[in-house]
């Protein structure tokens, strides 16, 4: 059990008015049946084999004769991480937490933080902008401990980030977490841009988080640019109407000299925005396009017209293997693509379907757009926005600008544990680039490398764009 301990340290709550108890009983049946889940849907843990029987052996271990809900959801959350898979996270759990936020945000430039007010945009001390430590603990001691709890060890550096920037504004539970007493106030020690002179300063704690906009304020309006440069924003991949509206806005763009498309911060959602503009980048020629191969965990008994039809649906668009409908070219597409294919993970043979794909091809009505596109991505692209950025990398007149994506594609299914009602999200599917390479724990790396700087966060410039548009107008 000694192994389990730091994961098992929960800094768990003291029982009060808003928990909800269940027995140690009926905790352990939950276990049992997440054990259960995860053995027989679940589609990553192979890959990084981590003992997760032997760890909910041990939670099993350590329940109390009552045990609180939130308690109990909050260690899955922590078990859940160890799995492999980028998507897994106990359902709401953020809600869990207790009171006691920090009023500021956090940003970073080049792997330094900074403290700023989300509301208005002004760093808490312009002199002095970096967090050097809070409440006398290192910084990266919190941002280390944030991203264990949130994302785990298996994610990529940009997932860890992503999650972890929004987890540390939680301070109440952060502190739980690293030790540390309750307070009123933070002790934000800050430091200037040459670490040599120093301030604390103390900032006094929220009881809850106030509404405010996203971490990066980016445009979200297309059009054209000076120098005849195209600029199409894919703020969402959860946005239908923006998928919707994809002609529209290309319509302008047809004519210019090269094409800024702009995903950074567009999430996660469905693959509705890649199929609405990708064609326009492809000619019949090219026949078609094999950009993601991927695997399901299903039960065994499934009929094969229920795996059929099992992701033909519009977050997903992928189409089974043994599909009779699907045309000729595209099998034999596929089965050219799979002939070569060299998976960066061998998944179990007999635990997983056959082989589902995703395909595109030229279409009429999106006439060819030739020349240089530059697509911009950054740690705010996941998901869905995962699978639009590999399928352009590589294409023709494609180059990605910005930082990695965060690595995380798995047809992820809330379970349900029938005591607690906990609801547990976790990857079904094992899904990989047309290269072979894994998406979760890994991203999609740039072929330009640019990171934002304190200004684009603060809202006062849009660096990387103005070093995309100067690329486009010299034809770098």
Not at 136 to 144: D, K
Not at 146 to 154: F, K, N, V
Not at 165 to 183: C, D, K, N, Q, T
Not at 276 to 297: C, K, Q, S, W
Request: with cysteine.
């Amino acid at each position: 059990m000694n192994s389990f301990a730091p994961f098992l340290n929960n800094r768990l709550f003291e029982g009060g008015s808003r928990d909800t108890l269940v027995t140690r009983k009926q905790a352990a049946a939950d276990l049992v049946a997440l054990r259960d889940i995860i053995r027989d849907r679940h589609s990553y843990v192979s890959a990084v084999a981590y003992p997760y029987e032997r760890a909910i052996d041990a939670m099993t271990g350590q329940l109390p004769e009552q045990v609180s809900i939130r308690n109990l959801a909050l260690q899955i959350q922590k078990l859940v991480q160890h799995l492999g898979d980028s998507h897994a996270q106990v359902v709401d759990w953020m809600q869990e937490l207790p009171s006691g936020v920090s009023p500021f945000a956090v940003g970073i430039e080049n792997n330094l933080a900074f403290a700023y007010d989300p509301q208005t945009r002004r760093l808490l001390d312009p002199e002095h902008p970096f967090i050097s430590s809070i409440d006398g603990r290192p910084f990266f001691q919190w941002l280390e401990r944030a991203g264990d709890i949130a994302s785990g060890p298996y994610a990529s550096r940009s997932q860890r980030l992503a999650r972890s920037l929004r987890l540390l504004r939680h301070v109440g539970y952060m502190r739980r977490e690293l030790g540390l007493p309750e307070a009123s106030d933070i002790a934000l020690e800050l430091c200037d841009t040459t670490n040599r002179s120093t301030r604390t300063v103390m900032v006094t704690v929220a009881e809850a988080l106030e509404e405010f906009g996203p971490l990066l304020p980016l445009s979200n309006e297309s059009g054209v640019r000076p120098g005849n440069i195209g600029y199409l924003r894919i703020y969402s991949q959860s946005d239908s109407t923006l998928a919707a509206r994809v002609d529209a806005l290309m319509a302008p763009l047809h004519n210019t000299d090269a094409l800024i498309i702009d995903a950074r911060q567009c999430g996660g959602g469905t693959r509705e925005c890649l199929s609405a503009l990708f064609p326009y980048f492809m000619t019949p020629e090219d026949g078609p396009y094999i950009h993601n191969v991927a695997r399901l965990r299903a039960p065994a008994d499934t009929p094969v017209q229920t795996l059929i039809d099992l992701l033909k649906v519009e977050d997903k668009a992928m189409f089974f293997r043994a599909d009779p409908s699907r045309p000729a070219d595209e099998k034999t597409a596929l089965e050219v693509l799979l002939a070569g294919f060299h998976p960066q993970w061998q998944v179990p043979e007999g635990d997983f379907t056959d082989w589902y794909y995703g395909v595109l091809s030229a279409l009429p009505g999106k006439p060819h757009y030739d020349r240089p596109v530059y697509l911009l991505m950054d740690w705010g692209v996941g998901s869905a926005g995962d699978i639009f950025v590999s399928t352009f990398k590589g294409w023709r007149n494609v180059t990605l600008i910005g930082s990695a994506s965060n690595g995380r594609s798995g047809n992820s299914i809330p379970f349900l544990l029938p005591n607690s009602g906990i609801r547990v999200r976790l990857s079904t599917m094992a899904s990989f680039q047309k290269t072979g390479e894994m998406y979760d724990g890994f991203g999609i790396a740039p072929d330009v490398f640019m990171e934002a700087r304190m200004s684009d966060w603060l809202g006062e410039t849009d660096t990387i764009l103005d070093r995309a548009l100067a690329m486009a107008q010299r034809g770098a």
